[in-house]
């Protein structure tokens, strides 16, 4: 959670030098988190390591780089958040075996500093980030440490009304990452089927975030109405994995937790680009780097929450079913708080634009997603259709 947690101060350096000498540095400090933790004596060595020298880098790498992403493509822009996002399900899924093989190999002091030289290849995709400026962006570098971090972003109430949503989203979000495993586990399936669960529901997520990314970028429902739709669709997957073991049958409920473990994957591979796609049309395409720092740490919140209350339910009551119940409560609440968005109910009196204007040609196109007005805060044009 380090990196989340501490996503807004990447966002706050890369607004203030750029994103290229910013995701550069995190690179640099990545790889030497891997290389300091590879000599350890303690495990203090390892927090510091690991923990502060490493999560710091990736802090300093993930934000600034996605918030490039989104500046960069209009017509296309939910789609590329998803390709750049869907790298992250598929090392999720590929870096297991391959962490093992390295163990076996070369021992785990072996192993760390084999990641570090791998991590360390982040420098130079950070120089390959090209500044853009843009119509949106600030005249001037933001001043202040709450303006710096973007924390004035939570004055405007769209965003107000989003964070909250995004931090009981998160609560539930992230437990089946955590969980899944040994709920498979304690429902009596063999360590290889257990890991297949695992991996059905990751797979689900990577291919779904580019399905998605191409759905949103259509433009035929409105970003706000998707991210409420595909939020609740989480949610309902996460009782389903809880629900499971007490509706099948003895002998099927395996093949039943496979078929709701996809479905979870898919919802929630959905779910992920278009938390991010949504930012441009709620702050200005010149918040967005702000913006997605930001989500990273109303995640991180809502993350440190989920796992270990779902840990505690299982100690209390024997097995997993009453911790997905909970968790999937936690994520059709935000999806219901999301509802709350300009955008996400349909309405009679006025029509809002495509969410992403369509360039006549071209994708490396700098249009902002909305005006912004003289004080920073977004709005849009409406026409009246009643």
Same mark, same amino acid.
């Given at each position: ?9 990447? *966002? ?310 009453? *911790? ?55 709005? *849009? ?6």
């Amino acid at each position: 959670m380090e990196t989340s947690l501490t996503g807004p101060v990447g *966002s706050a350096l890369s607004t203030r030098w750029g994103a290229r000498p910013v995701v550069m540095v995190g690179g640099i400090l990545t790889s030497l988190g891997f290389v300091f933790s590879a000599f350890a004596g303690s495990l203090l060595h390892l927090y510091l390591g690991l923990g502060v020298l490493a999560g710091s880098g990736w802090a300093l790498v993930f934000a600034p780089a996605l918030g490039t992403v989104s500046r960069y493509f209009s017509r296309r822009r939910v789609f590329a958040v998803g390709l750049a996002l869907m790298g992250n399900g598929a090392s999720s899924l590929l870096l297991a075996p391959a962490l093992q093989l390295l163990l076996d190999t070369f021992g785990w002091r072996g192993a760390l500093l084999l990641l570090g030289a791998i991590t360390l290849h982040l420098t130079p995709c950070g120089a390959l980030l090209r500044p853009l400026e843009l119509p949106g962006d600030p005249p001037a570098p933001p001043r202040g440490p709450l303006a710096a971090l973007g924390l004035d972003l939570f004055a405007h109430r769209a965003f107000l009304v989003f964070a909250l949503g995004t931090v009981l989203i998160a609560g539930g979000y992230f437990v089946p990452y955590v969980h899944l495993a040994p709920h498979a586990l304690d429902r009596g399936l063999g360590g290889y089927r257990a890991a297949l669960v695992v991996a059905v529901a990751a797979v689900a997520d990577a291919s779904a975030r580019l399905v998605c990314g191409w759905l949103a970028d259509q433009g035929w429902v409105p970003l706000p109405r998707l991210l409420a739709v595909f939020g609740a669709l989480t949610g309902l997957g996460l009782l389903a994995v809880g629900l499971v073991p007490v509706v099948g049958s003895e002998e099927g409920w395996g093949g039943s937790l496979l078929a709701v473990a996809g479905a979870y994957g898919l919802s929630a591979g959905c779910f992920t680009p278009l938390v991010f796609g949504v930012l441009p049309g709620l702050v200005g395409i010149g918040g967005v780097v702000q913006a997605t720092g930001l989500v990273m740490m109303l995640m991180s919140l809502g993350g440190l929450l989920g796992p270990p209350l779902s840990g505690f339910l299982r100690d209390e009551t024997g097995d997993f079913t009453a *911790s997905f119940l909970v968790c999937g409560s936690l994520v059709l609440s935000g999806s219901f708080i999301y509802m709350g968005l300009p955008g996400a109910v349909p309405s009679c009196s006025r029509a809002s634009p495509p969410a992403t204007p369509p360039p006549e040609r071209g994708e490396l196109l700098p249009i902002p997603q909305v005006a912004l007005l003289s004080s920073g805060a977004p709005h *849009s044009t409406q026409e009246a259709t009643c």
